[in-house]
């Protein structure tokens, strides 16, 4: 296993095939995008993550990454494609299948294919089997079939990419040991193997866990707006109890995986998955809740101008995949609000503007979306001077209330009664 073609060079092809590189394998990897794969191959970066730099520069400065446009033959095929939702809430297989699809002339005996991209139960036994059974391979005899979902976390990537526990699926036992094999030689985390199906459900099942926990921390958050008391004050007590961990609430949840990932049990299992179901319901919610207390703040005004700080769905990342940020510009625009985004993470989008200075001028009222730490050191006095209006409501419990009440500004908080 020297040579490795890793197909999608995104937040989880890149970093691995830059790892394996640095790690001794020979890789190739391969990217649709002629933007990305002269980016990668002059061993530059098109996404943002801590060290992810350095790591490609050298990856490909020592010969061992190449990028390019198409697959070619290897021992070892890593399929990291996009696996997002259609419109109507389903997992959009076209890019893994036409990943598998690419790789079929290329397939020899003893190659192993593995599925990183994160995919509803069934998707190795029902998609890429029969894919790779109708070119004449036998799963487990002369071809070999894994399911090795990636848990790590943006920010973190090449770090937990290393030292986190793997669960590894085959579609046989002995799919299980060649991919083992691959892990082995990089991974200092434990290595767990099971079934292609259970690996696939133990990924969607984790970011479920997630999304669930948190759908209930925003709804306790609206229950306390409601009764006039703080959600984080309730939290920070109940968290107190030994067995009680409430989440942080938010204006809805991101990204490519927490937002998107349980739809995929709801897809294959809808009677059953009713609490995934409302879970996913109540966070994709929240962005119009952010909506109705910001019209509400700035109600009366003349021509209301919101400041939006903060468009990628989380702190100190660059992505705006499903961000619920992106969903409340689009909402306070379809409002007839003015709209001015200052993120420094993000170069463009909706209502994207290039300086902080110019989003807060002459604006009615500033909403933190991102809890980005450049934002922790805005000065609220300076903020206020350069506004129309002072209003803020910090949708992530992130500022300092008191400075800012203390420059004159009317705050609200996510979770907290309006007062
Ligand atoms: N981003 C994360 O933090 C994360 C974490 C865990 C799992 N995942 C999963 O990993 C998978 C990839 O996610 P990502 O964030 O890296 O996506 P991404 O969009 O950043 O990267 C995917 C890349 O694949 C390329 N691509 C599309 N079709 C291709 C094809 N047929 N051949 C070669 N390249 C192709 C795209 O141009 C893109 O550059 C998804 O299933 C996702 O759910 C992502």
């Given at each position: 296993m020297q040579k490795i073609c890793v197909l999608g060079l995104g937040y989880i092809g890149l970093p691995t095939a830059s790892v394996l590189a640095t790690n001794g394998f020979e890789v190739l990897g391969v990217d649709v995008s002629d933007f990305i794969v002269q980016t990668v191959g002059g061993g530059g970066i098109h996404i943002e993550e801590p060290g992810l730099q350095t790591v490609v520069r050298a990856a490909v400065q020592s010969g061992n990454l190449r990028a390019v446009r198409e697959p070619a033959p290897a021992d070892v095929f890593i399929i990291a494609v996009p696996t997002p939702l259609t419109a109507?809430?389903?997992?959009?297989?076209r890019f893994v299948k036409a990943a598998a699809e690419s790789i079929v002339p290329h397939l020899r005996r003893d190659n192993l294919v593995i599925l990183e991209s994160t995919s509803p139960p069934g998707t190795c036994a029902n998609l890429l089997k029969p894919l790779f059974e109708s070119a004449g391979w036998t799963i487990g005899a002369d071809l070999f079939l894994a399911h090795c979902p990636e848990r790590v976390l943006p920010g973190k990537i090449l770090r937990e990419l290393i030292e986190n526990d793997r669960i590894i699926g085959g579609h046989t036992p002995a799919c299980a040991e060649r991919a083992r094999e691959l892990y082995a030689a990089f991974a200092a985390g434990t290595i767990f193997l099971t079934t292609d199906t259970t690996a696939e459900t133990v990924k969607l099942m984790e970011n479920t866990f997630r999304d669930v926990n948190i759908a209930l921390a925003n709804e306790a958050a609206l229950l306390c707006e409601q009764l006039g008391i703080d959600y984080w004050e309730v939290a920070r007590f109940a968290n107190r109890h030994p067995r009680v961990q409430l989440h942080t609430a938010g204006p809805g949840v991101g990204g490519h995986c927490i937002s998107v990932d349980p739809w995929f049990l709801v897809e294959k299992c809808p009677e059953e998955a009713k609490l995934i179901r409302m879970a996913r319901e109540r966070n994709d919610s929240m962005p119009k809740h952010v909506v109705s207390v910001l019209r509400e703040m700035t109600?009366?005004?003349?021509k209301p101008k919101v400041t939006i700080l903060g468009?990628?769905?989380?702190?100190?990342?660059d992505d705006v995949r499903e961000s619920p940020a992106v969903h409340v510009v689009h909402g306070l625009m379809e409002a007839g609000l003015t709209v001015c985004a200052y993120d420094?993470?993000?170069?463009?989008?909706?209502?994207?503007?290039?300086s902080l200075e110019d989003a807060l001028r002459d604006s009615d009222c500033v909403a933190l979306l991102t809890d980005h730490s450049?934002?922790?050191?805005?000065?609220p006095a300076v903020a206020g001077q350069l506004m129309r209006g002072r209003r803020l409501f910090d949708t992530r419990n992130a500022l300092n209330a008191e400075a800012w009440r203390a420059a004159g500004f009317h705050v609200r908080r996510l979770g907290a009664a309006s007062a």
């Open positions: 109507d809430q389903r997992a959009d297989m109600e009366g005004l003349e468009l990628a769905y989380k702190g100190n990342v420094p993470h993000v170069s463009e989008g909706s209502a994207w503007t290039a450049e934002y922790l050191a805005i000065d």
